[in-house]
T-cell receptor, first 114, second 109 residues
Framework: DAGITQSPRHKVTETGTPVTLRCHQT?????MYWYRQDPGHGLRLIHY???????DKGEVSDGYSVSRSKTEDFLLTLESATSSQTSVYFC?????????????FGPGTRLTVL | GQQVMQIPQYQHVQEGEDFTTYCNSS?????IQWYKQRPGGHPVFLIQ?????EVKKQKRLTFQFGEAKKNSSLHITATQTTDVGTYFC?????????FGTGTRLTIIP
């Protein structure tokens, strides 16, 4: 497996509270991604980053913000969590143009918003 | 924008039966990737197809890319319990993949 870790792996929180999920990579890959996975919807891109302090929105970015101050870390923040944000969140990395042009996924974070 | 549709959403098969999932794009794709996600796990890259009409095999798995490069399929011969999981196709670019909704395969022993 690629050197990707996510923390926390599980979290239960209450509606209205802020939540930050962390993705850490040891591969020095330029691109990092946050996806959410829900039944019937597959993987949906929330935000992605193409370098330090360079980020862009995905298809489901409302209610989420991200930050990348170091190559190895990509943070996803829910400013005020809602029950609709209960989901499994996956971080991924990629290095386009490399030998294997693919995305590598972290183990996931299961978030429950009560 | 690009849309990638995948069917069926669910497939239940008896162990030993074959399984096929289909992926269709609204636009021509330069390539297509396939991923597998085991229950409780994370998606893992399986293969990438690039050429029109390309066929690639990985043991009991056969991947095809359509002649028009707008569709693809994954066929598993003689399924085993280790094949359980969700199979996703994904369209390019790798910098911002568009994933299909996935096909969840369950095996009846």
């Amino acid at each position: 497996d690629a050197g990707i870790t996510q923390s926390p792996r599980h979290k239960v929180t209450e509606t209205g509270t802020p939540v930050t999920l962390r993705c850490h990579q040891t591969e020095n890959h330029r691109y990092m991604y946050w996806y959410r996975q829900d039944p019937g919807h597959g993987l949906r891109l929330i935000h992605y980053s193409y370098g330090v302090k360079d980020t862009d929105k995905g298809e489901v970015s409302d209610g989420y913000s991200v930050s990348r101050s170091k190559t190895e870390d990509f943070l996803l923040t829910l400013e005020s969590a809602t029950s609709s944000q209960t989901s499994v969140y996956f971080c991924a990395i990629s290095a386009p143009g490399g030998i294997t042009d693919t995305q590598y996924f972290g183990p996931g974070t299961r978030l429950t918003v009560l | 924008g690009q849309q990638v549709m995948q069917i069926p959403q669910y497939q239940h098969v008896q162990e030993g039966e074959d399984f096929t999932t289909y992926c269709n794009s609204s636009t021509t794709l330069s390539n297509i990737q396939w991923y597998k996600q085991r229950p409780g796990g994370h998606p893992v890259f399986l293969i990438q197809l690039v050429k029109s009409g390309e066929v690639k095999k990985q043991k009991r798995l056969t991947f095809q890319f359509g002649e028009a490069k707008k569709n693809s399929s994954l066929h598993i011969t003689a399924t085993q319990t280790t094949d359980v999981g969700t199979y996703f196709c994904a369209g390019p670019p790798v910098e911002k993949l568009t994933f299909g909704t996935g096909t969840r395969l369950t095996i009846i022993p």
